[in-house]
């Protein structure tokens, strides 16, 4: 085996595939039938820590980290055995794009992913024929954080498919670069951020890497000007370049994440959810309890809006395609923002967890108002110690693919015999969980005001010795000292 050796050079054509890692295709919506491409220039190839310059006058920038294919021969009309024959060497890369000029490009990326430095690559180039296509590892990390990591393993286009593919219509020479696509996890950076990839081979012996490609993040002070395409974004954009409509901030469909104002929450957390359960049946709303769940924080108010995870009964294969590297589950944590409420469908199997402590702590991190799985908590004690409620049916020590395989996000699930959406308002206490659709929330909370100040009275006066009959519920006569007592 041989050490990984500097890379260096200009390559002469940089073939950038869109679509590979089943995480990313996942997240996009969109399965492609075959690879498809972009060129990006010679000249947007930079070395290990040279900084990117966001554009001024841009707001997303987004990372995408990669492996890279470099080509040792010249080859035409090769087969896809032949294809990966011909890659000589695998490093790390860093797609670089600026969505807000994707609009100009019309399907070309030229100048939204063409820019000087938009293609880091390095540092250190590691001998293709020492490892295999299927057995490689690409990690990225933003300030220190592991945001990317997935393996090759279930790539929907294998490498030496995409060399053959690219080598029937185009002589590949010695020296070109293919870049060979992102998993899930590439989002918008800022100026001051540092991006790092690695790309390695942890099954093989010496774990040969390409070190880590270091790439700070510097804004541009020059505008574009006005003779070419200005910087344009729409939602659209937003949501693509953060990897999802909420990571972007977005408002969600339904209307619902600017439902929770300040006030209101001081409202609803001044009743109780039994209060609240009450007001709810009175409008036929009679399955809106998330049932047989325990807190790790009892006393401690929990009030938000629901984001949902679904996991899928195990099944090998599928756990294989789907339960590694950046999957839902950890894509869904990663994505919590305040006043988020993730809510977790387990299918009431309680014989593994369903989080543990490390993600719990990320959804705390990331200000999220709690967690409502009705599966198992690993780490329990842990989990407890924390500030944020989590609400779940039991303890269990195992980890999730013994039950679970983490399949999809922010749809409607089932969590303890109730339906919730996304945006859906959660509120729960040692009473219990509710689910309350967004556009009742506030003449339900109005009308709970209102009955707990109506049950004060009648507690006062069951407590000054009179008689329930005719008082609870109140009689018109009842009802008339009621308003004379809140005079």
Known sequence: MQNPTPFTGTPGKVIALHLNYPSRIAQRGRVPEQPSYFLKPGSSVSASGTPIERPAGTELLAFEGEIALIIGRSIRRVSPEEGWAAVSGITAANDFGVYDLRYADKGSNLKSKGGDGFTPLGPNVINARDVEPDALRVRTWVNGVLVQDDTTEQ??????????????????????????????????VQPSDVVEVEVDAPGVPGAPSTGRLVTPVVAGTIALAEYGARPKI??????????????????????????????????????????????????????????????????????????????????????????????????????????????????GETGTGTVGDILALR?????????????????????????????????????????????????????????????????????????????????????????????????????????????????????????????
């Not at 053959?164 to 899930?184: K, R």
């Not at 659209?236 to 929770?260: D, I």
């Not at 009679?286 to 006393?299: A, E, H, K, W």
């Open 155 to 188: 790539l929907v286009f294998p490498f030496g498919r995409l060399v053959a593919d690219l080598s029937q219509l185009m002589t590949l020479e010695p020296g070109d670069v293919i870049l060979t696509g992102t998993p899930a996890g590439s989002s918008v």
């Open 234 to 347: 729409d939602d659209l954009q937003r949501a693509e370049a953060w990897g999802s409509a909420e990571a972007a901030g977005l408002t969600a469909s339904t209307g619902a994440a600017s439902v929770l104002t300040e006030e209101l929450k001081a409202k609803i957390n001044s009743v109780g959810t039994a209060t609240l359960s009450s007001q709810l049946r009175k409008r036929g709303l009679n399955n809106v309890s998330i049932d047989g769940l325990q807190s790790t924080r009892p006393s401690r108010r929990l009030v938000g809006l629901a984001r949902t995870l679904r996991f899928i009964p195990n099944r090998e294969d599928l756990f294989t395609s789907h339960g590694g590297g950046y999957n839902a589950q950890k894509r869904a944590f990663d994505s919590l923002r305040p006043d988020d409420v993730l809510v977790i469908e387990a299918r």
């Open 363 to 487: 959804a705390q991190v990331n200000g999220a108002a709690g967690l409502v799985t009705d599966g198992g908590v690993r780490d329990v004690a842990a989990v407890s110690a924390l500030e944020m409620p989590t609400y779940f049916a039991n303890a269990h020590p195992a980890v999730l693919g013994r039950k679970h395989v983490p399949w999809d996000t922010d749809l409607t699930i089932a969590c303890g015999g109730a339906s919730v959406q996304p945006g859906d308002v959660i509120v729960g206490d040692a009473d219990g969980v509710l689910v309350i659709p967004p556009r009742l929330i506030e003449e339900i909370v109005a009308d709970a005001i209102e009955q707990e100040r109506e049950e004060t009275f009648i507690a006062q006066m069951v407590a000054a010795g009179e008689v329930v009959d005719g008082l609870y519920p109140m009689n018109a006569q009842w009802k008339a000292r009621y308003q004379e007592w809140l005079k």
